[in-house]
């Protein structure tokens, strides 16, 4: 979304991204996240608890890196040369769970880091109490709403499979989208959460891959 044709990062979309992505977390902060979270809780049902299972940052690391090792592995006993540790980024570097799991790693990096600088309170206090409101550096669970980390690692992980598979690319991006929703469907994310986390793991991904055909 945020990579041209050649690999490489469009700065004035990425401009672009953030204004339009900001102007949305703060319409939905002042306006529209009680009424589209109150209208998607609705919604709830098993499967949208399966599908945070099943998606969560954890799993999205703990997959990709399996089969990362599994990849490597297989290319290592394959392999007849006797320096064959000494390059291990050049190695990897091409394979698709190096960069799923780069993609990742880097948004749910910078996604937990801004869950602490905002502090959102979830969505819990809001329904229990009918409380919203930030509590900067909070170290509770309950207060890093904002950004979602489901969707910031699915966005990341299926854009970037997306990008590397283009025949599955409208499958991986409404994958992504239902994950997101779910989030909101289940109470534990606001939308404009949601739409923060999207953001974030998008850019994750083009980063990602940006720097990966740079280094080749």
Known sequence: MFITRENKLNWLR???GVIVTLALVFAGIFWFDIPVFNFLRRFDCVTCEYIGEIFGIKVWLAVSFIVLCVFY????LRSKEKNFFKNIYGRIKNSYAFMVFTSVFLASFAGIILKVLIGRARPVFYEALGMTGFYPFARDWAFHSMPSGHTMASFAGLVMIGMLVPRAKWF???????????????GAHWPSDVVLGAFIGMIAADIVRAVVARSK
């Open 14 to 16: 990425i401009l672009a």
């Open 73 to 76: 592995i297989r290319k290592f």
């Open 172 to 186: 991986t991006w409404t994958l992504a989208i239902v994950i997101g929703v779910s989030r909101v469907c289940v």
